[in-house]
């Protein structure tokens, strides 16, 4: 199976300010038809995952721009341009590539 | 509006089954490959098993598990009733999770239901 990595697995971060998190995956992630499968998934506390963010850079309908996702090949990031309150909680890349997908251990964004 | 609703989560004895379903609303159920996904009491997501849709082919197969479920866990889906089932046998302790139906196989998953529990225990 592929294994994904995230650094780091806690991030602390001040309001406002940007986040970055990273992910790699343990072989290349360009499935056969050219795409790439890299989807990241938000969980806020109590809540069930959200995704946010799907082939890479695709941002799902009513996430907020500041969310952005970039990469290829087996490097990823996600990053948040200025950090809301609301953006607290646990962040996972997962691929869906090579089957079975497989998903990252998950960052937890907290406030400072 | 898109709907996964999960039931089926009891607590079970080890070696014991259950059978959970998602029953979904709001869109072309037969369109769309479906997942399960389970989670840990605070921990991590782990994809349990998906099933492709419309008949489609991802890497050459329409079902896939992850090992750890393997020969234990069978997928399904009635398209007819717009519902997708996980059958669970030879449960371990180690299945104890928060089991979310997902929509979305190969390019996975843009709407999660709530969870249903299912606790292995003697």
């Not at chain 2, 029953?23 to 991590?44: C, E, H, I, L």
């Not at chain 2, 994809?47 to 329409?62: F, H, L, Q």
Request: hydrophobic residues 30%; proline residues 5%.
């Amino acid at each position: 199976d592929v294994v994904m990595t995230q650094s780091p697995l806690s991030l602390p971060v001040t309001l406002g300010q940007p986040a970055s998190i990273s992910c790699r995956s343990s072989q290349s992630l360009v499935y056969s038809d050219g795409n790439t499968y890299l989807n990241w998934f938000q969980q806020r506390p109590g809540q069930s995952p959200r995704r946010l963010i799907y082939k890479v850079s695709s941002r799902d309908s009513g996430v907020p721009d500041r969310f952005s996702g970039s990469g290829s090949g087996t490097d990823f990031t996600l990053k948040i341009s200025r950090v809301e309150a609301e953006d607290v909680g646990v962040y996972y890349c997962m691929q869906g590539t090579h089957w079975p997908p497989t998903f990252g251990p998950g960052t937890k964004v907290d406030i400072k | 509006e898109v709907q996964l609703v999960e039931s089926g989560g009891a607590v079970v004895r080890p070696g014991g089954y259950l059978r959970l379903s998602c029953a979904t609303s709001g869109f072309n159920f037969d369109d769309y490959g479906m997942s399960w996904v389970r989670q840990t009491p605070g921990k991590g997501l782990e994809w349990v098993s998906g099933i492709t849709g419309n008949g489609g082919t991802w890497n050459g197969v329409t079902i896939a598990y992850a090992e750890s479920v393997k020969g234990r866990f069978t997928i399904s889906r009635d398209n007819a009733k717009n519902s997708l089932y996980l059958q669970m046998n030879s449960l371990r302790a180690e299945d104890t999770a928060l089991y979310y139906c997902a929509r979305g196989s190969s390019v996975c998953c843009d709407y999660w239901g709530q969870g249903t529990l299912v606790t292995v225990s003697s």
